[in-house]
């Protein structure tokens, strides 16, 4: 089961998604609200936190979620304060039930990585490809949208329309049809 423990937050945060199951994962902990609360209030207990990046909105509940469930964080890059774990292009790595493969997708920021499980027919696309084709900034530091073009057509030759489910950053998860979506993306990051 996957829970955005992060929805109806008014405060400017990321989502943040509690993935239950063998390993429960939180993917991206938010930012300016208790996440540890919401997910002891849904009675989940957890095994590790994810990263898609390390922007401040994705990571400002990480050292209090860490402190509360007694967890270590996995992401990209070391280097980045409270990531203990690299998870490397290309690993598979485990969220609830099912594995991920994980892409290393930078354009928006060098530590980006998106998680695909084919089984499952589930993205977690971070902030790099949004409902109805919108895609993530580039005119932050690290942002680049010529690799942010080629992350994204990265995630197109990984995925196909049997895509079920997108889980992402900011707004709605994309539930109908979210392979159009990223479609969309790759054209409109192409605009100038």
């Known amino acids: ?8 937050v008014q405060a400017f945060t990321s989502n943040a998604f509690l993935v239950e199951g063998e390993r429960t994962v939180l993917v991206d902990t938010g930012s300016n609200f208790d996440a ?9 207990d957890l095994d590790a936190v994810v990263l898609t990046h390390t922007h401040p909105d994705h990571v400002g509940n990480l050292q209090s979620v860490k402190e ?5 964080a996995w992401g990209f890059d070391t280097d980045q304060p409270g990531v203990d ?5 290309g690993e598979t790595v485990q969220l609830g039930d099912d594995s991920y493969v994980a892409l290393h997708t930078p354009g928006h920021k060098n530590d980006h990585l998106c998680f695909y499980s084919s089984g ?8 790099l490809i949004f ?20 992350s994204i057509d990265r995630v197109k030759e990984r995925t196909d329309d049997h895509l ?5 950053g900011h707004g ?12 969309l993306a790759g054209r409109a990051a192409r605009m100038r």
């Open 1 to 8: 089961m996957i829970t955005n423990v992060a929805r109806g």
């Open 36 to 44: 540890v609360e919401r997910i002891r209030d849904r009675g989940a």
């Open 68 to 72: 509360a469930f007694g967890v270590e």
């Open 85 to 89: 774990h690299a998870i490397e292009d």
């Open 120 to 127: 499952a027919n589930v993205l977690f696309a971070g902030d």
């Open 131 to 150: 409902q109805n084709g919108s895609f993530g900034r580039t005119d932050l530091e690290e942002g680049d949208r010529d690799r942010l073009i080629e």
């Open 164 to 168: 079920a489910e997108m889980y992402v």
């Open 172 to 183: 709605p998860s994309v539930t109908t049809n979210p392979y159009q979506d990223v479609e």
